[in-house]
């Protein structure tokens, strides 16, 4: 049973983040999926195995299981696509049921997933200054526009946007100290974003919580993110571009599509490629 690695969200065949996909007849033990991502060190790895007229898929990081995980249920998308032919496939996750669609376009891979439906709700003041003291900064750097906001659409991200590029590109904080906030707040990533224009933004996922500092592209974050846009009835034009990556030199695209409907699922799209 040898592992795939692909990177999802990729632009002209780089960059992107990696994944690891395990395709079977049945999972291994939960032991053994847990050395697999483990010993493969990317932030999560699917393991996806035949159920009825679905595909049964829990997503393992390198020290915990996540219910839901963006990028990987791409990487999956695309090589269900490479296995199967081109087409949209069912997957059963822990918590809820989803489609993934993979198909070959202009010589490279691309994949589509229909993510959980999202909610947000504000944080709390205590959070948010829990949250800035780990990354060193102060409500001053917020963008005024935006409420620090629990975003979820299968898994819950703290969103934090940011006055400037420069603040973004500055990110760091402390591991231990990020997995004790984040674990204690049931939290998957904090994204922090800066945006561009009402349809483009650059974000950084720091994901202490699966003992990584960072994610190059992170789709489950996107589609909550998404979700947030709608609910506080920012004009996104009902689709937005979300460039990740970028400080870490894997720059990454991820397009999320926005329907009218409150809590109803995202579309997150993007490139993917073999490693």
Not at 14 to 26: E, F, K, L, M, R
Not at 44 to 60: H, K, M, N, Q, S
Not at 192 to 208: G, K, M, P, S
Request: a negative charge; charged letters at 20%; glycine letters at 8%.
């Amino acid at each position: 049973m040898q592992p795939l690695r692909l990177a999802s969200f990729a632009t002209e065949n780089s960059g992107g983040n990696p994944a690891g996909v395990v395709i079977a007849d049945q999972h291994p033990p939960e032991a053994d999926m847990r050395k697999i991502a483990a010993d493969l060190s990317y932030s999560e790895t699917a393991f996806a195995c035949p159920e009825g007229d679905a595909w049964r898929v829990r997503y393992f990081s390198p020290q915990t299981e996540v219910p839901f995980c963006g990028h990987a249920t791409i990487a999956l998308g695309a090589a269900l696509a490479a296995q199967k032919g081109d087409g949209v496939f069912k997957l059963n996750l822990n918590l809820t049921n989803i489609t993934v669609e993979g198909c070959h376009q202009d010589g490279h891979m691309h994949a589509a997933l229909q993510s959980p439906e999202t909610q947000s709700a504000p944080a709390s003041q205590q959070l948010t200054a829990d949250a800035l003291t780990l990354f060193g900064l102060e409500l001053g750097d917020l963008d005024p526009r935006f409420t620090p906001t629990f975003a979820q659409a299968g898994a819950t991200h703290l969103i934090l946007v940011l006055r400037s590029r420069e603040k973004l590109a500055a990110m760091s904080y402390d591991l231990a100290s990020g997995r004790a906030l984040m674990l204690n707040n049931r939290l998957v990533t904090i994204a922090l974003v800066w945006a561009e224009n009402d349809q483009l933004f650059h974000v950084r996922n720091a994901f202490a919580s699966g003992g990584v500092m960072e994610d190059p592209a992170t789709g489950a974050a996107a589609a909550a993110f998404a979700g947030y846009l709608r609910d506080m009835g920012w004009p996104h034009g009902r689709a937005v571009t979300l460039i990740q990556g970028e400080d870490m030199g894997a720059k990454s695209v991820i397009r999320a599509e926005i329907p009218d409907e409150k809590g109803a699922s995202i579309r997150v799209s993007g490139e993917v490629r073999q490693i």
